[in-house]
């Protein structure tokens, strides 16, 4: 006959020992709502808090931000409105008289102002010059071109002749005036083909 197993009494409920701690849910407990705690009474715990009114926080705040608003923009006016009553009315002057009266009450002002005048009537100047020069350069490379197509028309050989040592030597050896029919004749087709001319004839070259 066996012995009866007896009971280990150190397992036995120690007066120190507290009530385990609440268990963790499953994972099954993510798909499911976890019951509120409710009073005594059976009513929810949730529902004796305050509940914060958003909607009426809301209106409030747009409220007094509209009411700055229209007041920072009734400030402004009313500051712009005195800056400009603040200001002189300054009228220039447009007769040689008024002219004459402004330079003799304000003088320094009057000097300043023809400073001004000037340096600006130089700028404009300087641009216009600029302007009109390079148009003027464009004039003469458009000139030039047409000369020299129609120089290429009475001698088709024109380019052969002006990259020739011989016709360069030969004009060395004419008068200033022919020199210049080749040299200093940007646009004259007429003195150009006649020193063309010449030098064909005395070198016997076929015109």
Known sequence: MSEEEQANPYNARKS???QDAKTTSSADSLFFEEQEAT??????????????NYKKRYDDLKKHYDQKISEFKQREQ??????RSAQPQYRPPKSAEELERFKSEYPDLYDTV???????????MSALQKKLLAIEM???E???RDAEIALRERHPDFEDIRGDDNFHEWAKTQPEEIQRWIYKNPDNVALAS??????KMENNIAP
């Open 16 to 18: 120190w020992h507290t």
């Open 39 to 52: 009073s005594e009474d059976g009513t929810p715990q949730n529902e004796n808090r305050p509940r914060t």
């Open 142 to 144: 458009i000139s030039k």
């Open 114 to 124: 023809e400073t001004v005048a000037h340096m600006r009537s130089e700028e404009q």
């Open 138 to 140: 464009r004039e003469a």
């Open 78 to 83: 009313e500051l712009e409105a005195m800056a």
């Open 194 to 199: 006649r020193a063309i001319d010449l030098y």
